[in-house]
């Protein structure tokens, strides 16, 4: 599998099946992948590179030089997937387009992860998961009612957007057992998010109703909010389920709610929410968090403590599952980072190494496996192609 996309969907993408054992060539610009100097890191190591590149060997190319692009042409010539996220019509300008690339190997499964896709009005325009994230729907829905539109601290769409593509990449892969052939998956950053919303489109076109910013509760079932216990601590309750909705009530010493006409369906309870969040609020304003969730664990219903880092690093669901690891860095010794998921039982993953230096396999593939010179490679260094 090659991959030479950058930031963000395109490569998590690639490490999603990098985890289970693909062999990953990464392929950057000899300056680097900007995701090498983004956010937090330490001695020169970006945390985000580490994670977001591991289980990959890393090569340098430019691609934009015709003997980038005819090295690019010989890794793909066995290879079964390729992803890439540059402007539509780059990879053509350089004779690297799906129809090149296909005649090529025709068993080739391409990936190309672009803001808006390979066709529309937009479909030139730079896009990054923030736009995705904006007209998606998400922004408009999500903040406090009397706030402005909330963008997610993290790369929300491109997280998405890249679990959709590994999963058409094993679609396609799957295809082409049946067929003998591979294709072109065309992925546009906003459609996933877009289509993990849900039923907005229904909703609007059929009730002409635009959801609008509810805060912590859900504009379709009640309750569900978060709420302060005694010692500070924020929790996050959802009764979406009758069962779990009564049995919230019986906890919180309310149970004649349940008897009441409205209480027995998710309608009623919205237009009665202020009443439930008072009961539930009064009910934990008064425990501290840890007699919350023992009252709950009791009375069977779902909470839960709204965690940061520091909580979730010592959570007993967390180590006993194993869900975040200590991985060998060759700079920075030891490093903890998200396991792999999810668990398989016959064939499941594991994080071999973390984000490649810049160019840190250029000889290893170019020398060893492509069978050119170290003079070739002084000469292609010197020129700026590796």
Partial sequence: MVDSATIFA???LATLLGDFGADVIKVEHPKGDSLRTMGWGKDGVSFWWTFANRNKRG??????????ADILKELLVEADVYIENF?????????????ELS???????????????QEGPYSNRPGFGTLAEAMSGFAAINGQPDGPPTLPPFALADGVAAMIGAYATMLAIFNREKTGRGQMIDLAIYEPLFWIMGSQAMLYDQLGIIQERTGNRAPFTSPRNVYQAKDGRWLALSASAQSIAERTMRIVGRPEFIDEPWFSGHAGRLEHQDELDEAIGSFIANRTAEEVISAFEEGEAAIAVIYDISDIMQDPQFVAR???????HPRLGPVAMPNVIPKLSESPGSIRSCGP??????????????????????????????
């Fill in 87 to 99: 402007r539509p019509g780059t990879l053509e300008r350089w004779g690297l387009g799906w129809e």
């Fill in 357 to 386: 230096e810049l160019g840190e396999h250029n000889e290893e593939i170019l020398l060893e496996e492509l069978g050119y010179s170290l003079t070739d490679l002084r000469e292609f260094k010197a020129d700026g192609v590796i």
């Fill in 103 to 117: 005649e090529l190997n025709p068993r080739l499964v391409m990936v190309r992860t672009t803001g808006f896709g």
């Fill in 59 to 68: 090569i340098t190319l430019r691609l934009s030089d015709q003997r980038g």
């Fill in 322 to 328: 194993e869900t975040i690891v200590s991985v060998d």
């Fill in 10 to 12: 395109g490569p998590v």
